[in-house]
């Protein structure tokens, strides 16, 4: 990346207006923008700080610009509740949230430390959510991070804006920029996370040179993008990456261009005429218009030349995206087998149906690759394919790419059944790494919360050394040592990469699809 290139945030924001000044003492800490007072865990082993202003609320004039500091304030603080949600319709029944609601004002970050003082210079975890650019926030109990503190990282969490608010492209907005560039404002926002927490986390007992981001679904796209970004170069050192990369055809880059083109019917829709008239219209009035117009997704990150100098692939292929350890996989059942059977029941004939419908003179080779005769076994195969197409392909190519510039590589498959035999569903690892089984009210067993506890160690262990291996755990090679997989579940083992043959059909092929799924 080159050093040189202009950041995405003003000079004054490189100030950091959040400097963090003096280190904890029992919950208070005193930034330049004021006193911040936090709470902490019932043991009192877990300090907790939410609602953190990273960022000016993105309103009014604000809104559709990159984030701008953060304003400062008199008297204590108190960071003891979640900022609001960024807005959002509600395409996830699986969410729950504990903010108070949405609003355009949302740009708020979480802090759980377990450092009794500034100078233990703990490793730091970022956590990005998923959602598909649509959907999510940092209150979901299960993503709640006081427990995976409690093994000695500071974790962190931000809300970053989503859809219209997040995506929006716009020839005004471009020549306003001073870069040429528009939309991405969501993913600017979790770099500017980022600089809040290099610049300041040591005061809550944290290291900046020692930050792991990482995300699940569209936070697993988001940490690939951060690491082809000018912007976020040097603000992290290791990542994560659980069901996700922007390789494949799911939540593709769009260029500039086509994001602007489409976006201008939403313009249209509006009854607008210029960026003034968008801007004075309520946020709620353009959520409504945007929903209506498709659905997740339907605003996504665009290749702009400025947070983006290129696709990922590109950046990938050229060698210029962060040059650091990466953890990744996917879960086994990603994906619905409905997704290629549509509603036809499950049986050799009706597959192949499909698969020459998807397909064409190619099918031989995929019905070679996910062969089936008897009824489960073509359930299997048809929710194979469904899975690949959807997230563990991308996935697959962005591990692969990452392995071949020489760094170090570990890659996993989450193959652990919800109980109820729901499979190892596109999301369920979230509860496991975070320790937070008891958020939902489901029947686990006591194999569960050892899987869980066994996630969480790798998961630290991997932030605190670039490594996930520790003592008494189940050895995990490096993916680049023979392209070993860690499979996690209730029975942990290791094998070699059955599916390659696959994944490398479907990068020649290049019409991997994204059919709608659950974030």
């Not at 970050?109 to 926030?137: C, D, Q």
């Not at 992290?236 to 201008?264: H, M, P």
Request: charged share 20%; glycine share 10%; proline share 5%.
């Amino acid at each position: 990346m080159n050093p040189r290139r202009k950041s995405v945030y003003s000079p004054e924001w490189l100030v950091c207006p959040l400097l963090f000044v003096t280190g904890l003492a029992g919950q208070s800490v005193q930034t330049v923008s004021g006193q911040l007072e936090g709470t902490k865990s019932a043991d009192g082993k877990v300090r907790i700080y939410k609602g953190i202003p990273f960022a000016a609320p993105p309103v009014g004039e604000l809104r559709w610009k990159a984030p701008q500091p953060a304003a400062k304030w008199s008297g204590v603080r108190q960071a003891n509740e979640f900022g609001a949600r960024c807005m959002q319709g509600r395409p996830y029944a699986d969410m729950v949230f504990r903010d108070a609601g949405p609003s355009e004002d949302c740009l708020y970050l979480n802090v759980w430390t377990p450092a009794a003082s500034a100078r233990e210079r703990l490793p730091v975890m970022v956590w990005i959510y998923g959602g598909g650019f649509a959907a999510g926030e940092t209150s979901e109990p299960r993503q709640d991070g006081e427990a995976l503190a409690r093994k000695g990282v500071v974790v962190v969490s931000m809300n970053y804006r989503l859809g219209v608010f997040g995506f929006f492209a716009n020839a005004e907005l471009a020549r306003e920029s001073g870069h040429g560039a528009s939309g991405n404002y969501g993913l600017m926002d979790q770099t500017a996370a980022l600089s809040l927490v290099r610049d300041n986390i040591a005061a809550f007992g944290g290291d900046s040179k020692k930050v792991t981001i990482f995300g699940e679904s569209a936070g697993s796209f988001s940490v690939s993008a951060q690491m082809t970004s000018p912007s976020a170069q040097g603000l992290f050192q290791r990542a994560i990456g659980e069901s996700g990369a922007f390789f494949g055809n799911t939540l593709a880059l769009k260029s500039l261009e086509e994001s602007e083109v489409e976006d201008a019917k939403f313009t249209e829709s509006v009854g607008a005429h210029s960026l003034a008239e968008l801007r004075a219209q309520p946020a709620q009035e353009l959520l409504d218009a945007s929903l209506k117009m498709g659905g997740p997704g339907r605003f996504t990150a665009n290749v702009d030349g400025y947070f983006f100098p290129a696709t990922v692939k590109k950046t990938f292929e050229e060698g210029n995206q962060s040059k650091i350890p990466l953890l990744a996989g996917w879960n086994a059942d990603e994906s619905n087998y409905r997704s290629v059977l549509a509603n036809w029941p499950a049986t050799a004939e009706n597959f192949a149906v499909r698969v020459r419908a998807l397909y064409g003179t190619d099918a031989d080779t995929v019905l070679k690759l996910y062969s089936g005769e008897t009824d489960e076994q073509v359930n299997r195969a048809a929710q194979d394919l469904a899975s690949d197409r959807f997230i563990a392909f991308g996935t697959w190519k962005w591990i692969e790419m990452q392995a071949a510039a020489k760094e170090p590589v570990w890659r996993y498959r989450f193959d652990q059944s919800a109980p109820g035999g729901m499979g190892a569903v596109h999301a369920l690892e979230i509860e496991f790494v975070f320790q937070t089984l008891r958020s939902k009210k489901v029947d686990w067993v006591p194999e569960d919360f050892k899987l869980s506890e066994l996630m969480g160690d790798y998961w630290t262990n991997f932030a605190k050394t670039g490594n996930p291996n520790g003592k008494g755990l189940p050895e995990w090679p490096q993916y680049t040592g023979g392209r070993k997989v860690m499979h996690l579940s209730h029975a942990p083992k290791v094998t070699v990469d059955d599916g390659r043959a696959r994944y490398a059909f479907l990068d020649g092929f290049g019409a991997v699809d994204s059919p709608p799924q659950r974030h």
